[in-house]
């Protein structure tokens, strides 16, 4: 629309297209590698460290990078300077996503425990249940954090030569 302002030019030097797609397809590992590392240790033949590592990231790492995390760069890209600390954030926020709204969009069983501790009852959940659900998204968040990070290192660090502040003689 004519007169209309456009939003801020915000933006750092144009990133390489081809790194933002292979950190679109790398980060989500990250997260998925950290969560599988105890598959190593646990003595359980569980299906083995790579197995686990695929599970994670096709049911939980790959679904919310492309319902959350693309449209979310697209929109941010506009907006915010690819930082870290705004790359790091989205990506907890993009992990966390989809499980609040799960969360929140169904209703709680009748009646669930937890190492003997009641987290619902009479499709209510308790005040245990309530902060189960806050632990879970709090280290999901965490993981959307390390993705994130992730994202950053393969697809927005510069590297080579960074220019280096020189401090005046005394």
Known sequence: MPGAPSPPDRTAPKLSRRRLVLAFILAPLAPAL???????????DNGGLLKTVAMFALFGGYPATLIFGVPAFLILKRWVRPRLVWIMLTGGLVAA???????????????????????????RLTKAGWIQHLYMLGAIFTLGVIGGLAFWIV????????PTATLPAP
């Not at 969560?35 to 359980?44: C, H, Q």
């Not at 499980?99 to 499709?123: C, H, K, M, N």
């Open 34 to 44: 950290l969560i599988s590392l105890p598959t190593l240790f646990d003595g359980l």
């Open 97 to 123: 996503a989809p499980v609040a709204l799960s969360l929140l969009l169904t209703r709680p069983p009748e009646f669930a425990s937890i190492d003997g501790q009641v987290i619902a009852q009479a499709g």
């Open 155 to 162: 697809g927005v660090r510069r590297f080579g030569r960074e």
